[in-house]
């Protein structure tokens, strides 16, 4: 059984810690967190983190699958870690005011 808070602690640190995170977020099964330096997450340190079951970066978030069992509870566990908030869906796309083709593509992305 994976211990998520351990989990979201070693992604924490491995990020870089408050300074370089914007917001975190999650869809079926993965956390998705946006930071500020995406270039400076050490992406092969974040597969080996217990609990994280692969590691890509996509329209400027970094994108662990956790699971779809897994991820509400590493998520809040990431949050309590990280002290940010949970993220609205409004807050989101006021960050970015993607095009309607754009919303409809990741909100079709986030299903799968």
């Known amino acids: 059984m994976t211990?998520?808070?351990k989990c979201a602690e070693e992604i924490y640190e491995i990020l870089?810690?408050?300074e370089n995170?914007?917001?975190?977020d999650h869809c079926a099964t993965r956390l998705r967190i946006a930071t500020q330096q995406n270039d400076e997450a050490d992406m092969e340190k974040l597969e080996h983190v217990d609990g994280v079951k692969g590691v890509f970066s996509n329209n400027g978030q970094i994108h662990l699958i956790l699971?779809?069992?897994?991820?509400?509870?590493?998520?809040d566990e990431f949050l309590k870690v990280s002290g940010l908030a949970q993220s609205s869906v409004s807050e989101k796309e006021a960050a970015k005011d993607p095009s309607a083709f754009q919303r409809v593509i990741r909100a079709l992305g986030d299903v799968f």
Do not use: F
Not at 21 to 24: N, P, V, W
Not at 67 to 75: M, W
């Open 67 to 75: 699971g779809p069992d897994a991820v509400t509870e590493g998520y």
């Open 3 to 5: 211990d998520y808070k």
């Open 21 to 24: 995170l914007i917001r975190a």
């Open 16 to 18: 870089g810690g408050k």
